[in-house]
């Protein structure tokens, strides 16, 4: 489903992806973990199409589409979605209107007409309950005076309603305290799905107890440079990078 | 073009009629003194030669109509090119205890009832467009609300400009006296058809009394080829509150001063504004609120748009007498430049005298939100669409203080299509 080759990205002429490969196929949950400043934020931007980043070598195939040649709203089009580490307000904008713009933009994308306003409100309403969030967040503008905890909800509710096909969750762990771990990766588990694979980002093995992946990846220095099943997350929990970055040195 | 010369000619004041001497005391005082220039505090930021300068009729384009909010059932006075359209007004459902009439009927019948706003204008130390106005107006509205009395459904009073116009100035004056314990809600509606390049100059007095609620709506959607100059002022009474809401879109070049007097306890002032310069616009309000006795308060918030070479200007000054103790006062003033040639001027001036107020001030002037334009593109909403949502968004707290649910409802529409007008390409300066 997604095909890194060789992908090389600078910021601002600083080097910061160095020749990453990855392959994901599809129903399966890989996570990427690494150091601080090993790149694995840029890679999350660089697959949803932030702006700021220069890609000065490789590919990136999305079910055979070279992803980089397309905008934003064309890569969620396609089914691409990224969870922020950061959700970003919006004031003004409520949440499910907001919502309703990008559920009609994608089916846009894939020629599908514009969704019945009744069904859709059912539908989002559905999705809110089994994700433990309030209806009343859905009426009010878009993250804005949500909590740490309810801006990640609401990223994951956002996923299980425009259903991608790939998910990229950038530290969606980060400032989530236990509960708010579980009810977050619990959302994730309901969508995991054969046809669905996720790309998920995070510092902490911890999140992997609950979003149980695949295969793990290590990233330094801008390349991936071990790959392994779950357990080498936890033995980067016990011995930390080091070990790691001393045998690729 | 001689605009005095213009204007004298068409508007020259009756020696016959009421408020004569008055009248044209004022116009000679206007015409001694000449336009403002960029010298004077004023007008630092707006240049009046557009006043004296010729209009492209071909180029003068509409704003998105606003004409569907006569068509709401409530009371209304229409009035197109300055001359009351009968067929299109209506007051026939008027409450008890509140009274419509034309000015051109006072003038006839009352003239004494607009004898204050009449003292008040030609005297010397008046606005120069005010002045003016109360010197040359021939037709408008004169609103009262007896004590208690109450008008629920707005009271819509437009001035609708075409091409077809034969005079080029028009001088909308409104005089609205609301009693002790009265509630008015107004609608002062400003419009010009495509090709209009009227010169519109026009007064607004409002007389809040004790106790009394005014809420007064002010949407200008001139045409593109219009000026359009407004004075409109507020005068509250002990636990009078008044809302006023300047919606401002229109005209090459349009100006707006509100004058604010609370002026007995208790008394409390909203003032609501949006403004959206595009390309060839020039958009400025001057608003002033004077906090002239203990306990009152005010609430102002601006929000401004730019979009291709608009330019904006916001001024707000808030003074706070000596003996204004006890007073709250609260500014803020947000602008959005959509294109890299536009340009939003602020400029909030408190000046307080007294020691125990409560008084805070912020003026932003910033950019679309790159972080944000992101967000919802990955999302999968098209960009002209996240720009658009975004504008929408930024507006949205001013919009929602409009209670008259037709006027909030166009305004969505038009906010919601606004920024899909194409933003100019990017100038590339070379190095």
Redesign the interface.
Known sequence: MLQIENLQVEVDGKPILRGLNLDVPAGQVHAIMGPNGSGKSTLAHVL????GYTVTGGSVHFNGRDLLAL???E???EGV??A?QY???????NNVY??K???N??RK?RGLPEINAVEFLQQVKAKTAALGLKESLLNR?VNQGFSGGEKKRNEIF?MSV?EPQLAVLDETDSGLDIDALRIVAEGVNQLRDPARSFLVVTHYQRLLDYIVPDVVHVLAQGRIIKSGPRELALELEARGYDWLLQAVA | MDWLAALSREFAPDAAAPYAELRQAALRRVGARGLPTPREEAWKYTDLKPYDGAADAARSQAQPSPLALLETGGPQLVFVDGVLDAARSSLSALPAGVRVRTLSQVLREEPDAIAQAMARYTAEDAQIFAALNAACARDGAVVELAAGATLAQPLVVAFLNTAAATRLFTLPLVVVKAGAQSALSLLELHYGAAGATNHSNALCDIEADTGSRVEHYRLQAEASGAVHIGNLRLGIGRDARVASHSLAFGGRLARLDINAELTAPGGEVVLNGLFQAGAGQHIDHQTRIDHAAPHTTSHELYKGLAGGDGRGVFRGQVLVRKRAQKIAARQASHNLLLSPLAEIDTKPELEIYADDVTCAHGATVGQLDDTALFYLRSRGIAEAEARALLVFGFTQEVVEQVAFEPLRNWLAETLAGSADVPLPERVEVAS
């Open positions: 949803a199409g932030k702006p905008s934003p709203e890569r969620a089009g979605f990224l922020f959700p970003v307000e919006i004031p003004g904008v907001m919502l713009a990008a559920l933009g994608i994308h503008p956002q425009l």
